[in-house]
């Protein structure tokens, strides 16, 4: 059984400072990871994929993968109060040349910024 | 550009009865799926459809069928629904996005409770 886990939160952080949002896998065939940031009541929608050891950034999001420790993250700098949602770590088996990939999710860490 | 679209949007059941989830994309992929989201335990994957003509079982299929109707549609049936299939309901669609894997598109989502 591929597991994927978080921590659930909720994560408190005031306006401005930098979240930190972790994830652990337990496959080590797992090649790429997604982050997915979901507003209440509303879809899960992509912020992020990161499938080499290191650190990627977009805007003020970083993503940062550890293959060796199983262990991806996502940071999230000058955190605003529009950033208050769940954020779903998921991690993909697929490697590429097939046409289609299937998702484990975690459960998710619920992200509140206070002003 | 309407993306992934779901129906309906709510729906109630009592134990036993059936009913269809319908889904339909406008963004000319290849895959669909159908994720259940419980409070707690974040995305499961009931079904997939890698291409047109084909489907497969994800993490917990038992008490659903699924019909790729074309590359469009995408529809998931409880033939006798139960009280554990209240949940949320998302279908999504998938875009190749290169070695990273295959990225998800969400339809809005279907609350459904069995009484």
């Known amino acids: 059984q591929k597991e994927v886990e978080q921590n659930s939160g909720p994560l408190s952080v005031p306006e401005g400072a930098i979240a930190s949002l972790n994830c652990t896998y337990s496959?080590?065939?797992?090649?790429?990871f997604f982050w997915y940031r979901q507003y209440s009541g509303k879809s899960p929608e992509l912020i992020m994929f990161i499938y080499s050891n290191g650190d990627k950034e977009d805007g003020r999001f970083t993503a940062q993968l550890n293959k060796a420790s199983q262990y991806v993250s996502l940071l999230i700098r000058d955190s605003q109060p529009s950033d208050s949602a769940t954020y779903l770590c998921a991690v993909s088996e697929n490697a590429g040349g097939t046409s289609y990939g299937k998702l484990t999710f975690g459960q998710g860490t619920i992200l509140t910024v206070h002003p | 550009n309407a993306g992934v679209t779901q129906t309906p949007k709510f729906q109630v059941l009592k134990t036993g009865q059936s009913m269809t989830l319908q889904c339909a994309q406008d963004?000319?992929?290849?895959?669909m799926y159908w994720y259940r989201q419980d409070p707690g335990m974040g995305l499961r994957l009931i079904y997939y459809s890698a291409s047109e003509g084909t489907t497969d079982k994800g993490e917990v299929p038992n008490g659903y069928n699924v019909s790729r109707l074309n590359k469009r549609e995408f529809s998931l049936r409880l033939e006798s629904a139960a009280p554990s299939q209240t949940s949320v309901y998302f279908c999504a669609s998938s875009d190749w996005a290169g070695r990273g894997g295959e990225k998800l598109f969400f339809g809005s989502g279907t609350q459904l409770s069995v009484l």
């Open positions: 496959d080590r065939g797992s090649q790429s």
């Open positions: 963004m000319n992929h290849n895959s």
